[in-house]
């Protein structure tokens, strides 16, 4: 089908270590895909996105990496701190017909260890 | 910008009744998205509009659920009648563009208990 997944449901990292959260898309066609951070009692914030002609795309201590060959994205943290305690959603654009929604997958808890 | 405003945060209420949620949209955006979030299923997307207009409603889970969108700076999610079920936690979204390349910035939520 055109689900987003996640193979880990959650994550436990020591404090200062670099995190990788992994997430298996299964539609081929689509082209534009976002990491969301969604803290206790929020709403998804955006965290980066990566469209499908790259391969790699930092942002501020975070990197996306998108491989087409085998649909799997993931993302990176570096130097992991408490403040990015989190359920982390990767989410695809499907592309059909130029479609505006997004579709979530099911989120990976990140829990950081002192 | 005070960010997507929804309201009200919290509501409990019994089977059976009307549940009203709402939401204010960042100014100058033109999509607007209403989500679900349950931990069976997730965060699903019940409905989008682009300029007031509902673009795909697929995703409301049926006839008891309703939005509209009669300007640009509201927008509304109404279940009729509600069912235990409905208790969820549900987003407003906007952004200034369609999906693709355009970040979509989330409001606080109402978190919708029905007794």
């Known amino acids: 089908g055109e689900s987003v997944g996640l193979h880990l449901p959650t994550l436990s990292v020591q404090e200062g270590d670099n995190s990788i959260i992994n997430c298996a898309y299964s539609?081929?066609?689509?082209?534009?895909f976002i990491w969301y951070k969604q803290e206790s009692g929020k709403g998804p914030q955006f965290i980066i996105d990566i469209r499908s002609n790259m391969d790699k795309r930092q942002g501020q201590r975070v990197t996306v990496l998108l491989n087409k060959t085998v649909k799997h994205l993931s993302l990176q943290i570096a130097a992991t701190q408490p403040g990015d305690s989190a359920v982390y959603f990767c989410?695809?654009?499907?592309?059909?017909?130029?479609?505006?929604?997004?579709?979530f997958g099911k989120g990976t808890r990140l829990h950081i260890l002192p | 910008d005070a960010g997507v405003i929804q309201s009200p945060r919290h509501e409990v209420t019994e089977m059976g009744q009307e549940v009203t949620l709402r939401c204010k949209p960042i100014s100058g955006h033109d999509y607007l998205f209403w989500y679900r979030q349950t931990m069976m299923r997730g965060l699903e997307l019940l409905i989008y509009?682009?300029?007031?207009?509902?673009?795909?409603d697929s995703g409301m889970p049926e006839d008891r659920f309703s939005a509209k969108m009669p300007n640009a700076s509201f927008s509304t999610l109404k279940i009729q009648p509600s069912e235990p079920r409905d208790s969820a936690v549900y987003f407003c979204?906007?952004?200034?563009?369609?999906?693709?390349?355009?970040?979509?910035?989330f409001g606080p939520g109402t978190r919708l208990t029905v007794l």
């Open positions: 989410a695809e654009n499907p592309g059909w017909n130029r479609d505006d929604k997004i579709i």
């Open positions: 539609n081929s066609a689509s082209d534009y």
């Open positions: 979204a906007s952004s200034e563009q369609g999906a693709s390349g355009n970040e979509q910035f």
């Open positions: 509009f682009n300029n007031n207009v509902p673009i795909d």
